[in-house]
C-alpha cells in the first residue's frame, strides 16, 4: 500500500515506545510508598530500555527499507536499594523496627515524565510536519 | 465516448473518433493497444473481448486500485477506532495516524478525480 504521509513508521514506533515509557513512570509514581509486593518485597523501580529494530515488517508497508525505529527492548528492574524508615508499627517492618521503602524517587520520575513528555511532542510534531508536506503535495498544480 | 478514452487518445496523438469506431481506428493506426480499449470500453457493447485480461498498468487499473487502496485505508481507520472504543491494545495515536492516514488519501484520491474532470470538461470545452 502506498507510504502517503512521510515519516510515518518510525515515528508511530517513537509514540508507542514513549508511550510504554510513560506507563512504566506512572507504574513507579503509583508504588512509590508500595512497601509489600507479590513476593513479599517492597517494590522495585523498573525503567524502559529502548532499540532501534529493522523495519523490515514495516518495509512491506511502504516505508523505506533500511530505515531503523524504536522498540521497547525491555523493560527492567533498577538493583539500587531502597530507603529504610523507621516505623516499628508497620506490618512490614523488620526486628528493628525499620521498614524497606522502594527505590523510587519522585522528583527523577518527574524529571523523566518530562523527558518522555517532551520526546512524544517532537514526535508529533514531526508527524504533523509530515501531514502538512502531504497536504502541500496535494496542492501542487491549484491556481 | 468517457473521459478516460479521450484523455488517452489525446495523449497518444490520435485523432477524436465517435465511440463506435474507436477499436477499428485505433487498431488501424496501432497508436493504441487494443486490450487497453478494450478494457476502457468495456461498457460499450461489441467492444469487450472475453479471454483478455486487462493490463494493470492502465489509468483506469490505476485509479481502480486507488479506490481500492483509499477504501482499505478507510477500514484499517473504522477498525483501530473500533478497538479503541472496545477496550482492544490499541493507543489513541495509533487510531488517530490511522485516520489522518485514511484522511489524507482520500483527499489525494478526491485530487485525482479533480484533475480527472478538469481534463474532461476542457476537452468539452475544444472547437472543432
Known amino acids: ?143 | 465516448m468517457n473521459a478516460i478514452t479521450s484523455i488517452r487518445q489525446l495523449w497518444s496523438g490520435t485523432p477524436l473518433v465517435p465511440a463506435g469506431s474507436a477499436e477499428e481506428t485505433a487498431s488501424a493506426s496501432g497508436s493504441i493497444p487494443a486490450a487497453e480499449l478494450r478494457q476502457l470500453n468495456a461498457a460499450q457493447p461489441g467492444a469487450s473481448v472475453s479471454g483478455v485480461q486487462p493490463p494493470e498498468t492502465s489509468f483506469a487499473g490505476l485509479l481502480g486500485q486507488m479506490v481500492e487502496g483509499v477504501n482499505a485505508k478507510q477500514g484499517i481507520a473504522a477498525q483501530a477506532l473500533q478497538d479503541l472504543q472496545g477496550g482492544q491494545t490499541v493507543s489513541l495515536h495509533q487510531a488517530m495516524i490511522a485516520a489522518e492516514e485514511a484522511n489524507v488519501s482520500f483527499q489525494l484520491m478526491v485530487e485525482v478525480r479533480n484533475r480527472l474532470l478538469d481534463s474532461y470538461q476542457e476537452l468539452m470545452r475544444l472547437q472543432v
Do not use: C, W
Open chain 1, 1 to 143: 500500500m502506498l507510504n502517503i504521509i512521510p515519516s510515518l513508521a518510525s515515528t508511530t514506533a517513537a509514540l508507542d515506545a514513549e508511550s510504554t515509557r510513560l506507563e512504566v513512570i506512572s507504574q513507579n509514581i503509583a508504588n512509590a510508598n508500595t512497601t509489600r509486593g507479590p513476593d513479599g518485597r517492597p517494590y522495585q523501580r523498573q525503567e524502559v530500555v529502548f532499540e532501534n529494530a529493522l523495519q523490515q515488517a514495516k518495509a512491506a508497508n511502504g516505508a523505506a527499507p533500511g530505515l531503523v525505529a524504536p522498540q521497547v527492548a525491555s523493560i527492567q528492574k533498577d538493583p539500587r536499594p531502597g530507603r529504610s524508615v523507621y516505623q516499628p508499627g508497620h506490618p512490614d517492618a523488620d526486628a528493628n523496627g525499620m521498614v524497606q521503602f522502594p527505590n523510587v524517587d519522585i522528583y527523577e520520575e518527574m524529571a523523566d515524565m518530562i523527558v518522555a513528555s517532551r520526546t512524544y511532542e517532537a514526535n508529533l510534531a514531526v508527524l504533523k510536519n509530515g501531514r502538512s508536506m502531504a497536504l502541500q503535495d496535494l496542492s501542487i498544480g491549484k491556481h
